[in-house]
């Protein structure tokens, strides 16, 4: 820091906040620190009675951290992300859009292993609402080597984006409802209006549901007939436990699918199953999805509503934060189920 002489300052970094009062009428910054003094400026702050203020001696090759934290933020986002202005030093990142939140892990940890420098973001793969807050970057002193911030607009020009927001797409969905006793209307269904609700929550449609009784041949001609009329997702309910009448997923193999993974690592959902007919997701739900609250299924859809194909991989490493609590209130996606 340096001492210097107001009229003396035309060009030079602040390095501290100047408040401002006015009785009655206002009381809060009138400069904030890291503005650069204008010719304009120099009035209003005599009038403040700073004849002298302290400012930063900028030195080649250091920047202040409100460059430094606008560059960091500048590089590593993605789509539909938006940038605040430095605030204390600190640029936030917001969401545009409802969609997706996508962290680039690896990066994200190349650049906090950048002494000096930080960045903090939500989970990935959890939706987010537009207007909301998704990370924050900034270097911990006031000023930093500009040869850091070209090392971490490196990482991110190299290895992508650190983080972005995919939107949801219109997705048109078809359910297959399987059960004998749902079927022959025995017991009501419960599994198509809870389906429906999280569908229509990422902006997609049920376009179609049907009903098959516990037989493979019927549920595999189901969903033939689901994928001819053009559905981008399948979701079959019932028969996914390991009981012998529990058909579903031979249904789901005799349709022609590729079973990407029958069990998953996670309570509740263990007894998931995941397969692509195509490009064409078709899932095995269990009957937890139909009476709790939050399951696999949460973890799942909304990256299928986003275009993303799952993988084996994808779901065997959900085991760690694979454990719901069943809380009594549920504050999901704001907990460690799913997170890893």
């Known amino acids: 820091m340096k001492k210097v002489p107001v009229k003396e300052a035309i060009g030079m970094v602040l390095c501290h906040d100047i408040t401002e009062i006015i009785p009655g009428e ?10 650069i003094i204008k010719e304009e400026d120099v009035e209003r702050l005599l009038n403040l009675g700073k004849n002298n203020i302290y400012i930063w001696e900028v030195k080649e090759g250091v920047i202040h951290e409100n460059q430094a934290a606008g560059r960091i933020a500048k590089a590593a986002i993605g789509s539909h992300i938006e940038i605040t202005e430095p605030k204390e030093g600190k640029v936030s990142l917001k969401a545009k859009i409802k969609g997706l939140l996508k ?6 940890e190349m650049i906090n292993d950048i002494d000096e420098a930080m960045f903090a973001t939500l989970h990935t793969d959890i939706i987010v609402n537009k207007g909301m ?6 270097i911990i002193p006031l000023v930093i080597e500009e040869t850091k911030i070209i090392e971490i607009e490196n990482i991110c020009k190299e290895e992508g984006p650190i983080i972005e927001v995919l939107p949801l797409n219109p997705m048109k969905v078809g359910i297959i409802t399987t059960g004998s006793e749902v079927f022959t ?3 009501e269904d419960k599994f198509g209006p809870v389906l ?5 929550d990422l902006n997609g449609k049920v376009i179609k549901q049907e009903f098959a009784p516990d ?13 001819d009329l053009g559905v981008d997702i399948i979701l079959t309910t019932g028969g996914m ?21 029958y069990g998953a ?3 509740p959902g263990a007894m998931f199953l995941l397969s692509y007919i195509g490009d064409v997701p078709v899932l095995g739900l269990p009957g937890c999805v139909m009476y709790c609250k939050t399951t696999i299924f949460d973890l799942v859809l909304p990256r299928l509503m986003a275009g993303e194909r799952i993988s084996k991989k994808d779901i065997r490493r959900l085991g760690h934060g694979g454990l719901c609590l069943n809380c009594e209130i549920c504050i999901f996606p704001n907990c460690s189920f799913g997170k890893w």
């Open 26 to 35: 206002f009381k809060g910054v009138a400069f904030k620190k890291g503005h």
């Open 103 to 108: 962290v680039n892990i690896k990066a994200l």
């Open 133 to 138: 807050e998704l990370g924050g970057t900034r």
């Open 185 to 187: 209307g025995r017991i």
């Open 196 to 200: 429906t609700k999280k569908v229509e």
């Open 215 to 227: 037989d493979a041949s019927i549920i595999s001609n189901k969903i033939k007939q689901l994928i």
């Open 241 to 261: 436990s390991v009981d012998p009448d529990d058909v579903t997923p031979t249904g789901i193999k005799n349709a022609g699918a590729n079973i990407e993974t």
């Open 265 to 267: 690592p996670t309570l």
